[in-house]
């Protein structure tokens, strides 16, 4: 499925449309460049210091699709007519189970794209492919969440009609703050 999956979305009158595609070995050096960002470390709970640990994640990326219960996007500044570009982040659905009613959805963005709309211009590509392709299968919510010190992430949440739903409570060492649960179900 993974080799015919291509998502876009449109260009903004100070960005680029982008194109969404699975992962591939191909993407390895600019994930890499990608993880050297302090803050996106910071937010990411994948230690990606090298080429090698790029390669795994994509491994493990790749494997999600096979399995059917993970589907990540790089997520690039589209060229006319191609499914390459400069890689600008990342969205995934993850925690896909048959028949269970909600996902998680998660994101990133690359230190260069920052500031021009691409999370939630991907997340919107997401989110519709996610109920589109999935909701066949039950899907009817999809889950985004983030610390509550994170604030860009709040602003993408709600840019991309993620409602917010709960604080969740701190759950050390993996999540040293309380979080945000923002909800999006299939009907809004």
């Known amino acids: ?18 194109v969404l595609r699975p992962w591939c070995m191909e993407d390895v050096a600019a994930l890499t460049e990608a993880h050297r960002d302090p803050t996106l470390r910071r937010w990411t709970s994948s230690a990606v210091e090298n080429e090698a640990d790029a390669a795994r994640w994509v491994q493990a990326q790749e ?23 400069q890689l600008v982040g990342n969205v995934v659905v993850k925690e896909v189970a048959l028949g269970e009613p909600s996902a998680e959805v998660g994101y990133w963005t690359a230190a260069h794209a920052r500031g021009r709309g691409v999370a939630p211009r991907a997340l919107e590509a997401l989110t ?12 009817k919510r999809l889950e985004l969440l983030h610390q509550v010190d994170n604030l860009a992430s709040c602003r993408v949440a709600r840019k991309s009609r993620y409602n917010f739903d709960t604080v969740l409570p701190a759950a050390p060492p993996s ?8 909800i999006r179900r299939r009907d809004a």
């Open 175 to 182: 999540y040293p703050l309380d979080g945000h649960l923002h």
């Open 63 to 85: 494997r999600g699709w096979a399995a059917g219960d993970r589907f990540g996007f790089a997520v690039l500044e589209a060229q006319p007519d191609s499914a390459h570009g």
């Open 1 to 18: 499925m993974n080799d015919t999956v291509i998502l876009r979305a449109g260009a903004t009158p100070s960005a680029p449309a982008l």
């Open 128 to 139: 519709r492919w996610a109920f589109d392709t999935l909701g066949t299968d039950g899907l």
